[in-house]
T-cell receptor
Framework: RKEVEQDPGPFNVPEGATVAFNCTYS??????FFWYRQDCRKEPKLLMS???SGNEDGRFTAQLNRASQYISLLIRDSKLSDSATYLC????????????FGDGTTLTVKP | GAGVSQSPSNKVTEKGKDVELRCDPI?????LYWYRQSLGQGLEFLIY????????KSGLPSDRFSAERTGGSVSTLTIQRTQQEDSAVYLC???????????FGPGTRLTVL
């Protein structure tokens, strides 16, 4: 089993739709969590951190469920520009510098 | 301010040659990370530095790979005797503190012929 798993998709949604991605992790000692987006042939860019209490940034909401060991990303009112691959990242507590990326979930927002 | 920079942006080399990839992190960032991404694949963690120290080298694919960081700033990733399977984009990232938000450079696209 991979340390971090994501549904690869693709998710194809119309503009204005709400879409949610999940990411599960296997190490219960994991301590920090992030969502990144990666456009085709570009480097990953930080989207948002994920905090235990959940956090929101505009149309984006991230949540952490430690009991079930998953994080989620909710995108409301999808825009064409949201089309990208979304990567979750987990840092293990015992080896904090070792970041494990999920393989990504591909989102395509269509007119 | 300036972001993470990497050089060269593209490198084409022949099998068996050595290559050196460079990463300049954001000024003041104590942690630095190297990843590899093959075409259509996810990011593969290689190594991280806290200051000049690399506590965990287990992510390096083979003993042909080595990395160093000097002065708590610039890092170089060296691949000796390159093989075709080393072809990938090598990404560097830095963060203010270990396990914090990482900011990526544009990557070095390595092609081994």
């Amino acid at each position: 089993r991979k340390e971090v798993e994501q549904d690869p998709g693709p998710f194809n949604v119309p503009e204005g739709a709400t879409v949610a991605f999940n990411c599960t992790y296997s190490n219960s000692a994991s301590q920090s969590f992030f969502w990144y987006r990666q456009d085709c042939r570009k480097e990953p860019k930080l989207l948002m951190s994920v905090y235990s209490s959940g956090n929101e940034d505009g149309r984006f909401t991230a949540q952490l469920n430690r009991a079930s060991q998953y994080i989620s990303l909710l995108i409301r009112d999808s825009k064409l520009s949201d089309s990208a691959t979304y990567l979750c990242v987990v840092n293990m507590g015992t080896n904090a510098g070792k970041s494990t990326f999920g393989d990504g979930t591909t989102l395509t927002v269509k007119p | 301010g300036a972001g993470v920079s990497q050089s060269p942006s593209n490198k084409v080399t022949e099998k068996g040659k050595d290559v050196e990839l460079r990463c300049d992190p954001i000024s003041g960032h104590t942690a630095l990370y190297w990843y590899r991404q093959s075409l259509g694949q996810g990011l593969e963690f290689l190594i991280y530095f806290q200051g000049n120290s690399a506590p965990d080298k287990s992510g390096l694919p083979s003993d042909r790979f080595s990395a160093e960081r000097t002065g708590g700033s610039v890092s170089t990733l060296t691949i000796q005797r390159t093989q075709q399977e080393d072809s990938a984009v090598y990404l560097c990232a830095s963060s203010l503190e270990l396990a914090g938000k990482q900011y990526f450079g544009p990557g070095t696209r390595l092609t081994v012929l």
